[in-house]
Every structure is written in structure tokens, then in C-alpha cells.
């Protein structure tokens, strides 16, 4: 499986950005639809820190710094996850990683190392 994501850039403040994942290859089951796919993203120095999932059963998930901010979709058909990033702060800067499993439980989401497949990373910034 890979994935490619796409979308960041410099923005101010308070503004918006929309980042895309669009996964390719041999899928689990031959679906993307069976993968649970999660936004991480990092900034120098410190570890991979979760943003945000959507679960093949279809459930969401945030984490508390982003959530009532970030807003994430899935198109199964166009194999496609999308973070719409609203309200953007300074402190949202990092490279935003896609990643996705077919196997990850619920509980496991928010760790990085329990994914098998990562994107190359999108820049976003955020000017103060």
C-alpha cells in the first residue's frame, strides 16, 4: 500500500488548509475501505503525535488539540482520506503524516507504531 499526501502549505492565523491522502496499491481484502486511516504529525525534535483517525467501521476520532478544528472524511471510492484544517495556530506547524492499517484496534489508533503504511509528509505553516 502506498500513500501520497499532499495539500500543506503557509497559511496565517486562523485560516484554513486541506490536506489529501490518497492511498494506491493491493489493498487487505482488495478494499480501502478495511483501513483505518490517521493523520500524525511532527515538528523537529519531538516524537509523531496523533491528529486524527477514521476507522473502517467508520468512527472518528481527534485529538483534543485539534478537535472542533479539524474536521476528517474518507472517500472509499476515490481511496481517498481528507483533514480539512480550520482555525489554524502557530502551534499546528509540523509535517503531517498520512498513515494506514487494516489490522489496528481501537484502542491503538493514536499510536504511530501501530501503523503499517505512511505517507512521505506535508508541510503546514502557520504564521503568527
Known amino acids: 500500500v502506498q500513500l501520497q499526501a499532499s495539500g500543506g502549505g503557509l497559511v496565517q492565523t486562523g485560516g484554513s488548509l486541506r490536506l489529501s491522502c490518497v492511498a494506491s496499491?493491493?489493498?487487505?481484502?482488495?478494499?480501502?475501505?478495511?483501513?483505518?486511516v490517521g493523520w500524525f504529525r511532527q515538528t523537529p525534535g519531538k516524537e509523531r503525535e496523533f491528529v486524527a483517525a477514521?476507522?473502517?467501521?467508520?468512527?472518528?476520532h481527534y485529538s483534543n488539540s485539534v478537535k472542533g478544528r479539524f474536521t476528517i472524511s474518507r472517500d472509499n471510492t476515490k481511496n481517498t482520506v481528507i483533514l480539512r484544517m480550520n482555525s489554524l495556530k502557530p502551534e499546528d506547524t509540523a509535517v503531517y503524516y498520512c498513515?494506514?492499517?487494516?489490522?489496528?484496534?481501537?484502542?491503538?489508533?493514536?499510536?504511530?507504531?501501530?501503523?503499517?503504511?505512511w505517507g512521505q509528509g506535508t508541510l503546514v505553516t502557520v504564521s503568527s
Open positions: 477514521f476507522r473502517w467501521t467508520g468512527t472518528t
Open positions: 498513515a494506514a492499517d487494516s489490522r489496528i484496534i481501537l484502542s491503538s489508533i493514536a499510536e504511530p507504531g501501530r501503523y503499517d503504511y
Open positions: 496499491g493491493d489493498f487487505s481484502g482488495g478494499m480501502f475501505s478495511k483501513y483505518t
